[in-house]
């Protein structure tokens, strides 16, 4: 939970909108949309995780945009 949160907290500082869940593996799964250096302060963030989480790796693939309107947090 806190790493999603945590998550949701530095997107809406960036101004990044898209969604983050947890997947039945363990793993998180996240989409975001935002400004190239913001994306990319996030991924760095993502990389680090929230004091309460740790990191393993992360993996990123660029797509195109779908429009998220904010950055929530889903089941």
């Known amino acids: ?3 999603r949160v945590f998550a ?3 997107a809406k500082e960036l101004g990044i909108n898209g969604y983050i869940k ?3 593996d363990g793993t998180v799964y996240c989409e975001a949309e935002g400004e190239e250096l ?3 302060a996030f991924a760095d ?3 680090e995780g929230s004091p309460y989480s740790r ?3 992360v993996n990123v693939e660029v797509s195109a945009e779908k429009g998220y309107e904010e ?3 889903r089941k």
């Open 22 to 24: 947890n997947m039945t």
């Open 1 to 3: 939970m806190y790493y």
């Open 45 to 47: 963030w993502c990389a």
């Open 55 to 57: 990191v393993e790796s």
């Open 71 to 73: 950055f929530e947090i």
């Open 38 to 40: 913001a994306l990319e």
């Open 8 to 10: 949701q907290k530095k």
